[in-house]
């Protein structure tokens, strides 16, 4: 650690830290726009412009690394006059388009205007144009306009640095000195929407997300992408009832500042729910009811099935895109209550991956998932059993006896209910009873179709691949009388007097602690899970002030059994 002065105020930052990084920490706000914390040090944009004592010339804070007892004056009226400067040179080649430019409201150069820059404009000339690089897609999610470039090469470097593919390049010079891809290349990684996100202008913005919604008008709840079990930590930003877009929460455990394309586009899916009221079908055909009579009718299925066959008629499905508790109620019920069995399955999935900060500097530092949903481990902690040889479900699909009642807690549980022959196996129990937000071919031939909400509609907790339980929390209130798959399973066990309607996801997670391996000892309390996670990096300091990151502490699960299972 080394004393660093700043403005008056003395403050210990970490060996490796910058002058900005040191500024931030005494609480003196430095504007800056190519400074990143996970990209290498430029100093190319000269507006985060210090006095250092014992260096003659003023100095760009980013590029100058602390030492012990170094006194820094930020707030001189040499610094600031400098900044003044950067700032004017900014602005007269900015087209200043803030009402039609969808950045604006978390734009870097408009919020350092009000902050650092003159009050009025000295210049009243055209502003540059770029006819043929505005408004140009540059790739399958990034959209180009180089009148709004500052040239901060935040964007080269993120291609560089974090997704290794480096597809971004300066072309031509001087005045005329713009960004764009290598000989025309698209910018198409796994993760170029995060180019976007780095730059700090309008210059790059994301396709999908573009003139959907002001970004003042935009709620925020923290979330946990489902798209696969590295879990990262997003934010759900939502208006209306609507989802317009995922963000990435910074986690330097996790995701970092990063988030995948796969995952970020799935925030559109949120929005899609086919069924608004329980169906029932039946020889009479389909109809639609309310959920007294849809949780009856599951409730006489399963005393007739237990009445006739015993024991054992009854099998439950999970999903690993059920929460911890939500799982656990399903096992609770069908296997302890109703003594049946309670199983889960999960599909590989492509390969995802996010850059780790742990790993920062190698191409090959990527924290990976292995499963196409986000709460395998947890699921299991919570006592879902792994289909494998001998399990019910296998025995179902190699044509085996069939249960008398088959309960899919999530109807889109794995790829394979797209196959005819897939769905027909599971058809094979007498009463099929489904969990479904939107319609596919195994909604299509339940008996019983139970309307739930989607991960925006609900809270609870995931355990992703390095075993850290992380919660995420309801963003949008469901439609009116969509519930939430917690909230079906604690009406369906009460006709049991398995468990509370009262229950919520936090004393259900309270009462996890209890039983459930690893989560002895977590709190659910915001208080002491939404913080920043042990520091990783000079920069953390940083970071704790760009986000809230939300993380528990690992969790240990002991280890799978051998032979592991069929997924
Ligand atoms: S496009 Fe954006 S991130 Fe890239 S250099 Fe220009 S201003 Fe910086
Ligand atoms: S790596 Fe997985 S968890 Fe992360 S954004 Fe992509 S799909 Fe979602
Ligand atoms: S932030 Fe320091 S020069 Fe750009």
Redesign the pocket.
Known sequence: MAKVTVDGRTVEVPDGSNALEACRAAGVDVPHFCYHPRLSVVGQCRMCMVEVEGMPKIQASCTVPIRDGMVIHASSEKALAARNATMEFLLINHPLDCPICDQAGECKLQDNAFAAGLPVSRTSEPRRQFPGYDRTDIGPHVVADMTRCIQCTRCIRFCQEIAGTGELTFIERGGHTIVWTHEGRALDN?WSACAADVCPVGALTVKEFRFRKRVWWLEKASS?????????N?SIEHRDRVVHR?L?RVNPE??DF???????F?AEGLNGQDFLRPVLRGASGERETNWGEALDSVKGAVDAALAEAGEGSVLALGSARLSTEESWLLARLFGETLKGRAELTVDDGEL???RNPKARGSFEGF?K?REAA?NSRGAEAAGLVRAGKDSALEKLLAGGPAPRVLYVADAAFTYRVKDPEYVAALRRAPVLVVHARTRNALTDVADVVLPVASLAGKEGTFV?VQGRVQRFDVAIVPPPVVRTDLEVLLHLGRRWGAFDTRWTARDIFERMRGSVDGYAGLEWDAESIVGAPPSVSPAAAYDSLLAEPLSLPELVLPAAPAGGGAK
């Open positions: 796994e946990v992408c489902d798209g696969c079990d590295v879990g990262c997003v995922y990435p996790v995701n990063w988030i995948c394309d796969y995952g970020r799935r995802r991956r996010i924290l998932g986000p992703n």
